[in-house]
């Protein structure tokens, strides 16, 4: 069975802000946005304090403009990742290769 992943909530937290000043967006703004009572809950995730709800990921990814691999692991780090027709063996193969460069790329171990 394949090990979940573990995430780094730091780096997260450093890319979100990183991608809000991109966007030369406030934490108001961003707030406002996601519909929070306070902008304690962006400060606590851009802190690495604690990590955005799905929903909330998904609504940010929309307002930056970014997608999951910028969140998680930085535009720097993105891993390339590309689809090709091949027989189910080479195919799995390939999904295990993506799997190991996926898991370097979060920080987790692969295997």
């Known amino acids: 069975m394949i090990n979940r992943p573990e ?3 730091k780096l997260i937290g450093h890319n979100l802000k990183r ?3 991109a966007k030369k967006l406030t934490v108001e703004e961003v707030r406002r946005y996601l519909g ?3 902008v304690q809950a962006v ?3 851009e802190a690495g304090k604690s990590y955005p709800p799905s929903d909330a990921i998904f609504a940010l990814m929309q307002l930056y403009e970014a997608d999951i691999y910028d969140i998680l692991c930085g535009c720097d780090q993105r891993p390339g990742i590309t689809i090709v027709q091949m027989t ?3 195919q799995w193969k390939k999904m295990k290769t993506y799997y190991f460069i996926y898991r370097k790329c979060i920080g ?3 295997g």
């Open 7 to 9: 995430y780094d909530a």
């Open 88 to 90: 189910q063996g080479r």
């Open 36 to 38: 929070l009572g306070s």
């Open 19 to 21: 991608l809000r000043l």
């Open 43 to 45: 400060y606590k995730y």
């Open 108 to 110: 987790g171990k692969a």
